[in-house]
């Protein structure tokens, strides 16, 4: 299919602009959604009724269904989902109030939560689509200041991997896309902050050394990326966008391994008299 449907939150900026654009520069159609809609009429100008322009916050499950069923609508079909819209929580585990832990779960978990399940629905009836969950680096490893930003992320990979098991029978494919440090605004205007403790000064200073050493990819090469992920046959369920992702994982998973296999007797030990049975 070269006339595909997108459905694509965050679009103001940063990612979901670079794909909104890239899809549309090559004539598929885009449902781009923002908190401000206005923040997304240079999109219209330029591509006029090929671009549905609108309004959504997606901690709200109806306005998310409607904006879905009005794609439909509009279009006639769903084909790309992007579930893109969301933010990074910097704080220690002990600054995070409650109501930030809640914000960044609301947002980042449950805003890509009901964009999926008003999604499938039409996806089903298609027998095709293919649902795209903005994850991270920080989806698959964990870094000090960002715990509740990892947490919403952990919990997107583990729902959508077992979505990904659950709708391939209907020729439904998920991907995780991964990706790594961008020059986007991420760590900059889009970021919230808890207040901080004293205590965690030498932690923060540690993490923005770390981050001073980084080299930050270009946005706008994500563009060609993700249509490739797009057109593809059989697109992965995951994929790193930037080029540390894989060296840092497998650092990370041999830590996990050798880990686990240190204590390995501990592990049998727990297993006690019926670890000799099947189950």
Known sequence: MTDKVWFITGSSKGFGRVWAEAALARGDRVAATARDAGTLADLLEKYGDRVAAMQLDVTDKQAVEAAIAATQKR????????????????GAIEEV???????????NVFGALWVTQAALPIMRAQRSGHIIQISSIGGVNAFASLGLYHASKWALEAFSQSLSLEVAGFGIHVTLVEPGGFSTDWAGPSA?????LDAYEPVRAAMAER???????????????????V??????????FGDGGLPMIRQ???NR?????????????AQGANRNRKA
Do not use: C
């Open 211 to 229: 981050r001073s050493r980084s080299v930050a990819g270009d946005p706008q090469a994500t563009g060609p990326a993700m249509l490739a992920i």
């Open 257 to 269: 391994i050798a880990t686990w296999e240190k204590w390995d007797h501990v592990s049998v030990m």
């Open 75 to 90: 279009f006639g079909r769903l084909d790309v989902v992007i579930n893109n819209a969301g933010y990074g929580h910097f």
């Open 231 to 240: 057109d593809a046959a059989e697109p992965p369920l995951r994929v790193f």
């Open 97 to 107: 109030t409650e109501q930030e832990a809640r914000d960044q779960i609301e947002t």
């Open 252 to 254: 990370e998973y041999a």
């Open 192 to 196: 919230k902050v808890s207040k901080p």
